[in-house]
């Protein structure tokens, strides 16, 4: 998949930085989320890396990661960077909550995020993700990801979907993002294919009577100027969607 030359660069910085901090313990860097699927849009995009570790980094370790890809020190070119740092033993064998040694946002459109361990953290981002990236990273060290990451057990997917659509329901019950992340949960849970968001919406607009809500919302996204998304339309969509994966 073809990756944006300024998402490419910045790419090979993190990796150079992650590098020199952990040496030969860093196993692989993987450019995941829309930078992978071909979803990436300037200027609302976000960049997502994983990166594998051979074993357990200490907390001034994470530290350092964190103020080496600071947005003030390594200027990101999108809306932020969302870095999730993985031990080896964490992803080689499938875990329905997997223990990341870092969560790390930095942007100047996102909120400033340090999490140095998994507590209290929902599980289903991670599931997701590391399900994707298995098929899907362009990797930026290292091998291929399926050779670090394992296969996550489709039930466990289905799983973390249903709890990603609860997520969005009650924290973002009526934005572009909860209707399109229905669209591309609609779509997997149907087809078992991971795709970019604005891809889900044009394959679920052709399995909809009345398209005008995804419409609407990929109108949003955009920033162009329109009326509010209908709530009890985005609620039916949303339990439409949940029916499927729960059939799935």
Request: proline share 8%.
């Amino acid at each position: 998949m073809p990756v944006a030359p300024e998402v490419a660069r910045y790419a090979e910085a993190v990796v150079s930085r992650l590098q020199s901090l952990l040496g030969d313990s860093l196993l692989g860097a993987y450019l995941i989320g829309s930078g992978s699927l071909g979803g990436y849009e300037p200027g609302s995009s976000d960049i997502d890396i994983i990166a594998v570790c051979a074993a357990p980094v200490a907390l001034h370790v994470k530290q350092a990661i964190a103020q080496a890809l600071d947005h003030r020190v390594l200027p990101c070119p999108a809306r932020g960077l969302e870095f999730v740092l993985y031990s080896k033993g964490a992803v080689s064998e499938p875990e329905r909550s997997p223990r990341f040694e870092l969560n790390f946002n930095t942007g100047a459109g996102m909120t400033y995020r340090f999490s140095p361990g998994p507590e209290n953290e929902p599980a289903h981002w991670y599931v997701i993700d590391l399900d994707i990236a298995r098929e899907h990273a362009v990797p930026l060290a290292g091998p291929p990801a399926r050779e670090l990451l394992a296969r996550q057990p489709r039930a466990w997917v289905l799983g973390a979907i249903r709890d990603s659509l609860a997520w969005h329901a009650r924290e973002e019950p009526v934005s572009p993002n909860n209707v399109l992340n229905a669209c591309r949960a609609w779509r997997h849970a149907e087809e078992g294919v991971w795709c970019t968001k604005r891809e889900a919406a044009a394959w679920a607009r052709t399995r909809l009577e009345d398209p005008s809500l995804i419409d609407a919302a990929l109108e949003r996204r955009r920033g162009l100027p329109g009326p509010g998304l209908d709530a009890e339309a985005v609620r039916a969509l949303v339990r439409r969607v949940q029916d499927a994966v729960e059939r799935a």
